[in-house]
């Protein structure tokens, strides 16, 4: 893998940012990309969320997941406007709050300062006082409370055989995690059993594999389906049977129980799972009991709080850098989504973002994506303007940028008050309307649903706007509506519609993911000749007439046109070429008409080489 840099003038100097996302691979041969479904990602400050990889957010959990912050705001714009799915990209260094069972420490899934509100208590369980119930709960409302209990013992083990002093090992092999219980009792060879759990897997397949044994019986306590590898390693103690297992094992001379290890708890609330907390990595046995003690004593190794203690330590952390930004973009480098929506104005985390499109959009990665920022409020319309202007002015030759032309008001979720919130919301708007549309659908004239927005421009401010490459958002008095006034990218070094408008970048983006998927059975790890590269460009062909729009397909992205200089009808798409790079096929060539635009745009889209070798 080689990296570059992406350089961009900042205040008259050239600010070379970091090159993570100019990512060549070398490899020429990399995986096939399909046609992902669209998505929008939201790279942004919050207090809630996965800090350090992708939250799914679905309509309406905005507030609950992310609990405010303009990451909260973003993804209440895009539902709004479209959306029933963000993945949203937490940017921050907040630390969560934690609670100090003794055997591990519980850490609250959502770090920040709001996960000091969280609470825990532990407490023996009221039928078996050597299992423990653990119960959670959020003081802010934010969460429905959680209870799990019968947590500890995983089966109960008797001795039913003739011999005596029966005795059991459990051993922890470290290499591959897995668990060996082993058995014997003195003048009983039929009690010598071994079960290890890479053979039986589960608490379950354990107590059928001992039962099998004349000398032992088991049965399981919980969840049957339990990993038998979290049990604890260690002795087992026998005793006598106890009384609240009740006439069930009155008759058996001894008994035993086996134990899970915090790693026990730790997976129940992975696979519940919690939306509250994790368990950290254990320090010690989470439950190990010692059947003569007494319930007050709780189990061995393991704090019983008794009553509810709040987590402990939740905070925010700094306000996010531009390497915060810049982080965050990486982890969606590999991801499926269809435009990025940045939290942040600042012009070098913009640049990383323009960085990030481009080399993902590019012949290497063939990851296509498109992304938009916004400036913060500012004290006058004319500084917005400038700062607007000035922010998209330095990535005027950037084709996948957009930049939001407003700030908008939004009404507070709980009090109703309007609130001014950040430019980066409007384009979380813009770009959910875009990406839940059809991809040749333009954003112009497009309404977005904000009470009201902070400026109202003139004629000439709205050609200032435009001419500088922003995407101004206006009330428009004829239609009664906020409208998008010109669905445009920051690219401003000429007349190309297809750099120009961003329903052409993300028609373009469409025709080439569609027709990488069309040809991948073609080509991957294919060698070819003279007819393999006919197959290819006859595939194409087929695809592109499968997209002209017609009565009987209404939803096509090409359309006939007219040509320009002669005033004369033109096919839809014309010129289709293969593109060689030695003796590989890498690509095609064609030139098409997509819907809504009156010039015609050529469209390169590349695939896996195709080696092409004479025959004899």
């Known amino acids: ?38 998505a929008l990602a939201i790279v942004a400050s919050a207090r809630g969320g996965t800090v350090g990889g992708i939250t799914r957010v679905l309509a309406g959990d905005e507030a ?35 609670l100090d069972l003794g055997a591990g420490v519980l850490y609250a899934v959502n770090p920040g300062r709001a996960s000091s509100a969280l609470q ?22 934010g969460e429905q409370d959680e209870v799990y209990r019968m ?27 897995s668990v060996t219980l082993s058995l014997r009792a003195d003048g009983d060879p039929g009690a010598t059993l071994s079960v290890n759990s890479n053979a039986v897997p589960t608490v379950a397949e354990a107590v059928e594999a001992i039962n099998r044994s004349a000398s032992w019986t088991a049965r399981a306590v919980g969840q049957p389906a339990t990993p038998l590898n979290v049990a604890d390693a260690g002795p087992l103690a026998f005793g006598g049977a106890r009384a609240e297992m009740g006439a069930m ?45 007494s319930a007050a004593a709780g189990p061995v190794g393991l704090r019983i709080t008794g009553a509810y203690e709040f987590f402990q330590g939740g905070e925010d952390g700094p306000v996010p850098s531009a390497n915060d930004y810049i982080d965050a973009l990486r982890l969606l480098e590999r991801v499926p989504v269809t435009a990025i929506a940045l939290g942040t104005g600042d012009p070098v985390a913009v640049a990383a973002l323009a960085s990030h499109v481009g080399a993902l959009s590019g012949v290497k990665a063939r990851r296509e994506r498109f992304g938009g920022a916004g400036a913060p409020p500012q004290n006058s ?49 813009a770009l959910a309307i875009k990406v839940g549309g059809r991809p040749e659908e333009p954003l112009t004239f497009k309404r977005v649903r904000f009470p009201k927005l902070k400026y109202s421009y003139s004629t000439e401010e709205l050609e200032d706007l435009i001419e500088a490459g922003v995407m101004p958002v206006h009330f428009d008095q004829e239609q009664g509506a906020n409208l998008i006034m010109a669905g445009i990218t920051t690219y401003t070094a000429d007349a190309n519609v297809a750099s120009r408008k961003l329903a052409a970048v993300d028609a373009i983006d469409y025709l080439n993911k569609k027709v990488r998927q069309r040809v991948t059975s073609l080509s991957i790890g294919k060698v070819a000749d003279e007819a393999r590269v006919k197959t290819v460009l006859q595939s194409v062909a087929g695809l592109l007439n499968e997209e002209i729009r017609n009565t009987r397909n ?23 070429t293969a ?38």
């Open 579 to 616: 593109v060689f790079d030695g003796f590989d096929l890498v690509g095609v060539d064609f030139d098409c008409n997509i819907i809504g635009e009156i010039a015609y745009v050529r469209v390169r889209p590349r695939f896996t080489p195709v080696r092409i070798e004479a025959r004899q």
């Open 1 to 38: 893998m080689s990296t570059g840099k992406f350089a961009v003038e900042i205040g008259g100097a050239a600010v070379t940012v970091p090159g993570v996302y100019t990512v060549a691979d070398k490899s020429a041969m990399v995986a096939p990309r399909g046609t992902p479904a669209r």
């Open 381 to 429: 319309k004319s500084e917005f303007i400038r700062v607007s202007s000035e922010l998209a002015t330095m990535f005027s030759d950037v084709d996948r940028l957009v930049v939001a032309g407003n700030t908008p008001y939004h009404a507070d979720v709980q009090t109703g008050r309007l609130i001014e919130q950040h430019g980066a919301v409007l384009v979380a708007a």
């Open 151 to 177: 947590i500890g013992p995983l089966l109960d083990l008797s001795y039913v055989g003739r011999g005596s002093n029966p005795a059991g090992q459990l051993d922890l092999d470290p290499e591959d995690g």
């Open 249 to 293: 094992l009155a008759a058996a001379p001894v008994a035993a129980t086996i134990y899970g290890s915090a790693r026990l708890l730790a997976l129940i609330l992975e696979q519940q799972p919690s939306r509250m907390a994790r368990l950290t990595e254990p320090v010690q046995a989470l439950l190990v009991s010692d059947p003569g003690a």
């Open 120 to 141: 825990g208590k532990t407490a023996p369980n009221v039928a078996r006082p050597d299992a423990l119930d653990l119960f959670l709960k959020d003081a802010s409302g």
């Open 554 to 576: 209404p939803v096509g992205i090409l359309t006939p046109g007219i040509d320009l200089q002669t005033n004369q009808p033109v096919a839809a798409w014309r010129n289709l």
């Open 64 to 98: 609950r997941l992310l609990r405010g912050g303009v990451g909260a705001q973003m993804a209440r714009a895009a539902f709004e406007h479209g959306m029933k799915e963000v993945l949203f990209v937490r940017v921050d260094q907040a630390t969560p709050a934690t």
